[in-house]
């Protein structure tokens, strides 16, 4: 079945420890993101890609960093996880500008 | 800061009744768009309304826009308890790339 598939579904981290969160899309969509989901705040976009070998700044990117060396796949990495960082994290891409959201089913992250 | 907010935060009704969801947001966009959410689940897309339309349906989805208020609203006719979750409207915020910013959402409760 055609979708965004995400690695792993729920992760308890140390703090201080590096993680990278996977997302792999078979939809071949030109842009792709990561959203943060916390209750009481909503979704919070991290980063994004437009195409591949390009990524950009989102609404809270700091303490995060991605890669998009390929179409498919665009891994969220925390260098050094802080308790704040737990939260759910969403991977969605898009096959256009404009166009509407695919998302994975996301990486419950706990930062202890 | 957030640029859509949904209104109410929580809605509970009855199966069989209209729910309505309303977003606002600040500048201007060129399209919005709801998303679904299901518990512990990633959000699905529902409808898409661009700037130059005011109002659009999908079976028993019925969405408005008008711009000169900045607002939106979700209705959903006869409910059913299986449309128990949380609703998201999202802008692209004009200016930003096409990337899309994410109200706080509403708890939706169908009651059977």
């Known amino acids: 079945i055609a979708g965004i598939t995400q690695a792993p579904t729920s992760q308890i981290l140390a703090a201080g420890r590096r993680m990278t969160l996977r997302c792999t899309q078979d939809?071949?969509?030109?842009?792709m993101y990561w959203y943060r989901q916390d209750l009481g705040l909503g979704l919070r976009l991290i980063h994004y890609?437009?195409?591949?070998?390009?990524?950009g700044k989102g609404e809270v990117p700091d303490g995060y960093s991605v890669s998009r060396a390929n179409t498919d796949d665009f891994p969220l990495t925390l260098a050094s996880a802080v308790p704040s960082q737990t939260s759910v994290y969403f991977c969605?891409?898009?096959?256009?500008?404009?166009?509407?959201?695919?998302f994975g089913n996301g990486t419950r992250l706990t930062v202890t | 800061s957030q640029q859509g907010e949904e209104d109410p935060q929580a809605l509970s009704i009855q199966e069989g009744e209209n729910a309505t969801m309303n977003c606002s947001y600040k500048t201007s966009i060129n399209n919005l768009q709801w998303y679904r959410q299901n518990s512990g689940r990633g959000l699905v897309h529902l409808i898409l309304?661009?700037?130059?339309?005011r109002e659009k349906h999908s079976g028993r989805l019925r969405v408005t826009l008008d711009t000169s208020k900045k607002s939106s609203s979700l209705l959903i006719t006869a409910s059913r308890a299986a449309d128990t979750a949380s609703y998201f409207c999202a802008t692209d915020a004009g200016n930003q790339g096409g990337k899309l910013i994410f109200g706080q959402g509403t708890e939706l409760s169908v009651k059977p």
């Open positions: 890609s437009n195409t591949a070998g390009t990524t």
């Open positions: 939809m071949r969509h030109n842009a």
């Open positions: 309304i661009r700037s130059n339309e």
């Open positions: 969605a891409s898009s096959d256009q500008y404009n166009s509407p959201l695919h």
